[in-house]
């Protein structure tokens, strides 16, 4: 009796301490796994010389939120470690001994680094207009204009993008896969771009957010996923473009690419609009770049708005150009009249260029602005969907330009500029060549092309223009394709341009409203005549 | 009235009520309990079920949202969690009720090993039972596949792929486990269906034969007392004990789901394999063996284990018969579980 008494209390005292063990335990271990589910980042190995690393940063208090990015980064999931990307031999130009360790390592890794695992990306990087060192090899040194110091945190810190390093590699990758994530999302985030592509020469971001695709963008901004695999042509997983889907990722046509210059037709930030040659060898000539953007379009447009949107922007940039010859023009002939200068350096060369640059006298920083600044923006606009900046920042500042320009050589004695001021032709403000195209993309507008006065003036004015984008066809500036697509709206211009479908009982709709209006402003506005007189008279 | 409608009722449902009441009082009230399992330690047999019942009413509820789609089921998740009224509350209630209904059956088999519980002539509810935990973890498998998150996708592709190993049919279960090659679509329709159709009816029905078992032998009395110990009514006191562990165990779950709410991840992504797929913590130990074995060897490691926990109220008869002097059960049960601890809290310490 004894014994089994014995033995029952052994017995409770097992089930008792396991169970009350297990309890807490598991209990314990089921909480720590529940609180785990709350946790979005990955819990990362780090072991080795990386811990070693790690410890001592954490421990110093040397660039620890860089080791939480990094543990966020798809390189921790891949073990792909501090010292991988850090190597540095004796000798290196950026090789350096931790303090107080006997650690060598970069500090800075380059493309030839990341060029260990993503070779293929960073070829395609250094074959972009992103790795050219335009700016060091095209103009003058604006250095003297914006001083040195301005320059370090200004141009350059865009420009690093296209850093050429004293290994020879061309590039900063992390100018736009932010370090030490290095996340594809937030490289496609347009805001990345638009670290650079912003402010008065080239507001691309602000134009993207101008654009249909932006307003889309921001709506869907919260569901939309930027942190996919763009390979193996693959149908585009989202349902609006940010800036890398149009320029960089692939789709069911064409691989992701990494050199952003391959789906691009025109050079619209250069001083003359041309067609690109950049890297033709290998890319195809502007008509098979044009090709590879027009294939992404297609994966939400139709193939017609993509042939109309792009040709009537091309036909801004050619456009341009006409515009910017006045410019030209009219600078080389007050340099020559001695009326604008040439810098002179202490050299006794010439500094600057007339045609390019001048910055001191109002002419010539009119006629840079025209390009440099409302130029680009004029052109950009109308490739990238953003009215506002082809019409008020773009072709109205570039006018306001020209005016400014004329009157100032008119003030200063030219006879030609005199002439100009005093007409009172309303066509003097087209003082070039123009071009245009029936109608838009958008769609068949049944009143508006009945008011410009060009058409209603000039007879001639669409066989002028046909002649004019013949000879931009000529000179291969547009496609064949571009051409007989202009032609078929030459051809039915009344149906494109509206003007053969009688619309007067809806318009007299609006003018009879437009007319009340203008009674309301008179009456409210122009004719109200306060009692009590001005403090100043006139 | 009252007496008119029992009427009306009797001669369309003709019962013998009294018979029908005399046998439910001796099934159910008046089963004799010994007097042991007033102890708490020994009176949690019930908590399981009480479980069972909370997930079969969360369950149903969460199914009105769920939706068993691959590119569906983790927004119709993280709707429920986030958006419908107390579906945080719901889901919570779901997912704790399931952590600790592992947890007591756990302790259940504990108490019923050491009292060895199983003995001569329970052997085959104790088979019963090892049946209903197979069934209750691989109810927990199909339901963290349903989340549909990295960890829950990636956790079904590693689980699944140890069914390959199985020798002859194994690729062929695993094909059809899994609709195909991959965790897929497919994969999450046949999850779905087992998690809510087919496992739960299983386990439903071995509940019933458990308890069947368990009237028909009565509750097991303590080794060596079988003769004089006391018994009372299962009505009131075990009744109520039973419903207290109810109350008590709705109110922890909720505080629980309060404290720690069941998070969504990451969306599951096929082509982004996790850093660490782990599973949930009732597969660590057995995860664990695998890291440090093969997969072939670890698999046929845990079917051995299984067979063997099974079958054990027969192994233990025969060692005893060798070795009537050592209580085997005592130093196999302590051992069984201090391994288990370990390497349960080894796989959590690693992460």
């Known amino acids: ?538 | 009235m009252n007496e008119k409608m029992k009427e009306w009722f009797m001669k369309r449902v003709p019962f013998n009520q009294e018979k029908a009441s005399k046998v439910m009082s001796k099934i159910f009230l008046e089963e004799p309990i010994p007097k042991h399992m007033k102890n708490w330690y020994y009176a949690l047999g019930a908590t399981p079920l009480i479980l069972f019942g909370f997930m079969v009413v969360t369950g149903i509820l969460l199914t009105f949202y769920y939706i068993p789609s691959p590119n569906k089921a983790y927004n119709s998740v993280r709707y429920i969690t986030e958006e419908v009224s107390m579906g945080y509350w719901i889901r919570g209630i779901h997912r704790w009720a399931s952590n600790l209904m592992v947890i007591a059956i756990i302790l259940h088999m504990v108490r019923v090993f050491f009292t060895r519980g199983y003995r001569k002539p329970r052997e085959l509810n104790w088979i019963v039972g090892i049946l209903m935990f197979a069934v209750t973890l691989t109810l927990c498998f199909t339901g963290y596949s349903m989340v549909y998150n990295q960890l829950s996708y990636w956790a079904a592709t590693v689980g699944t792929n140890m069914i390959k190993e199985i020798p002859i049919v194994g690729t062929t279960i695993l094909d059809f486990l899994r609709g195909g090659q991959e965790v897929s679509s497919n994969t999450l329709t046949r999850f779905f269906n087992l998690h809510i159709g087919f496992l739960p009816t299983l386990l439903f029905i071995l509940i019933i034969i458990h308890i069947v078992f368990i009237r028909m032998h009565g509750v097991s009395k303590l080794e060596g007392k079988e003769d004089d110990e006391e018994t009372y009514s299962f009505y009131p006191e075990h009744f109520y004990h039973t419903i207290i562990v109810a109350l008590f165990l709705i109110t922890f779950i909720s505080a629980l789901t309060i404290v720690l709410p069941p998070g969504l991840g990451e969306p599951a992504n096929p082509n982004i394999t996790p850093a660490h797929i782990k599973p949930e913590w009732y597969f660590f130990a057995v995860y664990s063996i695998l890291k440090f074995v093969p997969l072939k060897i670890g698999v046929f490691l845990i079917l051995a284990l299984v067979i063997a926990a099974t079958f054990w109220p027969f192994i233990d008869d025969m060692l005893r018969k060798k070795w009537p002097k050592i209580k085997i059960h005592y130093l196999v049960g302590s051992l069984t579980i201090i391994l288990f601890l370990f390497f349960t809290v080894y796989e959590i310490l690693v992460h």
């Open chain 1, 1 to 538: 009796m004894s014994e089994n008494n014995n033995s029952l209390s052994t017995q409770k005292l097992l089930v008792g301490i396991f169970s009350i063990l297990l309890l807490i335990i598991l209990i314990i271990v089921a909480a720590v796994e529940m609180k785990q589910t709350r946790k979005p980042e990955l819990v990362v190995d780090v072991s080795g010389v990386n811990k070693k690393c790690v410890d001592c940063h954490i421990q110093k208090g040397v660039a620890v939120k860089a080791i939480d990015s990094w543990k966020q980064s798809k390189h921790a999931q891949q073990n792909i470690s501090c010292i991988d990307c850090h190597t540095a031999k004796k000798g290196d130009f950026d090789a350096f001994y931790c303090p107080e360790s006997d650690f060598l390592v970069a500090r800075h890794p380059t493309p030839n680094d990341c060029a260990e695992c993503h070779e293929q990306q960073v070829r395609e990087f250094s074959e972009s207009k992103h790795a050219h060192q335009f700016w060091l090899i095209k103009n003058a040194d604006r250095a003297v204009f914006e001083n040195p110091i301005s320059t370090r945190n200004g141009c350059e810190q865009c420009h690093n993008i296209g850093n050429l390093w004293p290994d020879g590699s061309v590039g900063e990758c992390d100018a736009c896969h932010a370090k030490h994530t290095f996340s594809k999302a937030v490289a496609r985030q347009p805001e990345t771009c638009g670290e650079c592509h912003i402010g008065p020469d080239h507001p691309q971001i602000e134009m993207y957010l101008e654009s249909k695709h932006g307003n889309i963008f921001r709506s869907q901004e919260k569901k939309l996923d930027l942190n996919y695999s763009s390979k193996d042509n693959k149908p585009i997983p989202i349902d609006v473009p940010v800036c890398t889907t149009c320029h960089m990722d692939g789709n069911e046509t064409q691989p992701m690419t990494h050199n952003v210059s391959a789906r691009l037709g025109w050079e619209s930030q250069a001083a003359w609009s041309f067609r690109t040659v950049w890297l033709d060898e290998k890319l195809g000539n502007w008509e098979m770049k044009r090709s590879r953007m027009e294939s992404v379009c297609k994966s939400c447009h139709a193939p017609d708005f993509i042939e109309t949107y792009f040709l009537t922007a091309d036909l801004v940039n050619l456009q341009y150009n006409e515009i910017r010859r006045v410019f030209v023009d009219w600078n080389k002939k007050l340099n020559k009249k001695g009326l604008t200068h040439t810098l002179i350096g202490k050299d006794g060369k010439p500094y600057s260029d007339p045609t390019l640059v001048g910055w001191d006298e109002v002419p010539e920083y009119k006629m840079y602005y025209a390009w440099h600044h409302e130029g680009r923006r004029f052109r950009m606009g109308a490739e990238m969907m953003a009215a506002d900046y082809t019409q008020w920042h773009g072709i109205w500042e570039i006018q306001d330009d020209l005016v400014t320009m004329l009157t100032w050589a008119a003030e200063h004695g030219d006879k030609e500029a005199k002439k100009w001021v005093e007409s009172i032709d309303p066509i003097k403000f087209a003082p070039y060549a123009l071009y245009d195209i029936p109608g838009n993309a958008w769609g068949i507008n049944a009143k508006s092309n009945t008011l410009p006065y060009v058409y209603k003036t000039y007879p001639d004015y669409w066989e002028r223009i046909k002649s004019n984008v013949k000879a931009a066809y000529d000179n291969n500036l547009l496609s064949e394709k571009q051409w007989l697509a202009w032609l078929k709206r030459f051809e039915n211009k009344e149906h494109y341009l509206g003007t053969k479908y009688n619309v007067d009982s809806t318009f007299k709709i609006y003018t009879d409203r437009d007319d009340l209006d203008t009674k309301a402003f008179k009456k409210q506005a122009v004719e109200f005549k306060l009692p009590g007189n001005p403090f100043w008279i006139w």
